[in-house]
């Protein structure tokens, strides 16, 4: 279980952030459309969207190529922009808990405070049956979710290991999880990226499977 839901039972919404969504496509006729640097705006946006559906958590991303990466220099600051998200998003309250899908230990952890990027992180590491590394990244967290850990720390699965965090201190975000797996962290710590380039994106995908072949929620690739 990685968050307090049933993805087998309880409702729950695909959100789309890639171009073919028309609320985050430019319109001629209303050029001052959804505000995706207002952070604010862009969260009654998600959570109007969730209500609607009468739904406590929204869910998709991985391999989606987005529009929404625009707001932030986070993601633009190279001569090639990246807009290939290579995680899942869980977009669920502030406070949510937020559990070990498997049991790990702490490989790293930080708090990438930056607009746009993860806010607080925490990257487990585990150990697969043939002994091959696997690693998990939790972005988005509360800056308390890392009070206390120390690199090595176990956990097992189904223990909390934080909550999904408010924005700024997210890395200014609508609260959701973003939750990724990597097979190596290319000598990192304490971050991954989440999103990738066009360009790069085969070498990433490659590194970063498809974490719903562990969840098995309907509806996603």
């Known amino acids: 279980m990685l968050l307090p839901f049933d993805f087998q039972k309880d409702p729950y919404l695909i959100l789309d952030f890639s171009a073919t969504n028309p609320d985050l496509t430019p319109d001629p006729e209303q050029p001052n ?55 899942i998003d869980f977009w669920a309250e502030a406070g949510t808990p937020v559990f070990a899908p498997m049991d790990g230990t702490v490989h790293s952890f930080q708090d990438n405070n930056n607009f746009g990027d993860y806010g ?33 720390k176990a956990f097992k699965a189904g223990d909390k290991i934080g909550e999904i965090g408010p924005y700024p201190e997210n890395g200014d975000w609508p609260p959701h999880l ?23 994106r085969a070498k990433f995908l490659a590194l970063c499977p498809n974490p719903n072949r562990l969840l098995n929620i309907a509806g996603l690739p």
């Open 178 to 200: 973003h939750f990724q797996l990597m097979t190596d962290m290319l000598g990192l710590k304490g971050d991954f990226p989440g999103v990738c380039s066009l360009t790069d």
């Open 33 to 87: 459309g959804l505000d995706l640097t207002n952070t604010a705006a862009f969260s009654d946006y998600v959570f109007g969207k969730m209500r609607a559906a009468g739904v406590r958590v929204g869910v998709g991303g991985y391999n989606e190529h987005r529009v929404i990466y625009r707001r932030s220099e986070h993601f633009s600051s190279t001569e090639e922009p990246r807009e290939i998200h290579l995680g």
């Open 120 to 152: 607080p992180t925490i990257i487990l590491e585990h150990r697969l049956e043939a002994n091959e590394p696997l690693f998990s990244l939790y972005g988005h967290l509360t800056r308390s979710s890392l009070a206390g850990l120390v690199e090595g």
